[in-house]
């Protein structure tokens, strides 16, 4: 799965990070990320302006440590 070689390739190339976040605002979105090891970290209620009409925006993470036991 491509997702997974991103996150990998950013794990990989950011030694010191040990967690990434990503928002997104399409639930199909946080499906894929959640497939492989993202949890959610809670909802931004109109948080984004996208012409002319504000939207949630869900925050999700994932721990370097939960990404390597999981993949």
Known sequence: M????????VFE??????RLEVNV???ASQRV?????????GELRKYVIVIGKTI?????????????SVN
């Open 33 to 41: 990320l959640e497939k492989v090891g993202f949890q959610k970290e």
């Open 2 to 9: 491509v997702v997974k070689m991103v996150i990998s390739s």
């Open 56 to 68: 949630d925006v869900i925050v999700l993470q994932i721990w370097v440590a939960n990404f390597k």
């Open 25 to 27: 605002d399409i639930r």
């Open 13 to 18: 190339e950011f030694l010191g990070m040990e």
